[in-house]
């Protein structure tokens, strides 16, 4: 029989024998792609999985081969774990390429996002707010529907057990500002790429940040919530270090199997810090984000 463990990927149970002495069982560790790895968000979960060698082998993603290097110096990765894929190219070229990188991988954690450049203010300019515009080949619609929806196809092609989305809180509202940031409707996008993930029979994970903060992790009690209700209250923000640790986390513990949650955390030293991950998700007693708010699966 199997050990039980929380989390064991398909590829490790092919080397177990239901023979073999429990006392010797090895079993290798899971194989985890993490799209959007250039990324700060990206980039924590990749060393969070490092944390756990004998759980998890990550495979990061880069655009370019002249990027390899500084990725695998930045995160502390060996360049044969990176895995070279253009996110940005069209969607009939980046499906083949993301079910050649993905061989061999159990779970994908897709971290990649639309960015925002701001434009500077022309000289004499009266006050008001900063304009943005959107990189050439990098819109909202490209990166997080067009992107994230072959990313999805790619794993249900090369068998992927498991994928983590690292979404955003405010989807319910299509008049959020931020759908307003140059045009770009970036959450619309993302929650139609949610939808399209629930309904392609893979298992999955959404998690809804609020406010992204560059702070330490693990030093919080973490909230979590569905359908935005933590944008009413005063807790909003949530560290990228405690994003990453929850995209983990969700491959850890069952219960986070097909579930939408948003996540957000209070400030450090208010209530207990977070450890206990199974009883996070069970503050929402089964709970999901209602996709009825605001349905953008035919939405265009």
């Known amino acids: 029989q199997l050990i039980k463990k929380p989390w064991v990927s398909r590829q490790s149970k092919l080397l177990i024998s239901s023979n073999t002495p429990q006392s010797s069982l090895k079993m290798a560790p899971a194989k985890v792609m993490v799209t959007g790895a250039g990324g700060r968000t990206g980039g924590l979960v990749v060393k969070r999985l490092?944390?756990?060698?004998?759980?998890f082998e990550p495979i990061a993603t880069v655009r370019s081969?002249?990027?390899?290097?500084?990725?695998?110096?930045?995160?502390?990765?060996?360049?044969?774990s990176i895995r070279v894929v253009d996110i940005s190219q069209p969607p009939e070229a980046l499906r083949p390429?993301?079910?050649?990188?993905?061989?061999?991988?159990?779970a994908l954690v897709i971290a990649t996002s639309a960015v925002p450049e701001m434009l500077p203010k022309p000289e004499g300019a009266p006050p008001g707010p900063p304009s943005f515009k959107w990189k050439a080949d990098q819109t909202p619609e490209q990166v997080d529907w067009l992107g994230q929806a072959a990313q999805v196809d790619a794993a249900r092609e090369a068998g992927v057990d498991h994928v983590v989305l690292v979404s955003s809180m405010g989807g319910t509202n299509p008049a959020h500002p931020l759908n307003n940031i140059a045009g770009g409707k970036i959450l619309q996008w993302k929650r139609k790429a949610e939808q399209y993930l629930m309904a392609s029979g893979l298992k999955y994970t959404i998690i809804h940040p609020g406010g992204l903060l560059d702070e330490a992790g693990g030093a919080r009690q973490l909230l979590v919530g569905v359908d935005d209700t933590l944008t009413q209250g005063a807790n909003r923000s949530v560290p990228r270090e405690d994003v990453a640790e929850v995209c983990v986390q969700a491959l850890l513990c069952g219960s986070y199997a097909n579930r939408s949650f948003d996540l957000a955390s209070m400030p450090p030293g208010e209530g207990a810090v977070t450890t206990d991950f199974e009883a996070l998700l069970a503050a929402i007693a089964g709970k999901d984000c209602d996709y009825k708010l605001n349905d953008c699966a035919a939405w265009k």
Not at 68 to 79: C, N, P, T, V, Y
Not at 97 to 106: D, H, I, N, R, T
């Open 97 to 106: 390429a993301l079910v050649q990188a993905m061989q061999g991988v159990s």
């Open 50 to 55: 490092l944390t756990r060698p004998s759980v």
């Open 65 to 80: 081969d002249a990027s390899k290097s500084g990725l695998a110096s930045k995160l502390g990765l060996q360049e044969s």
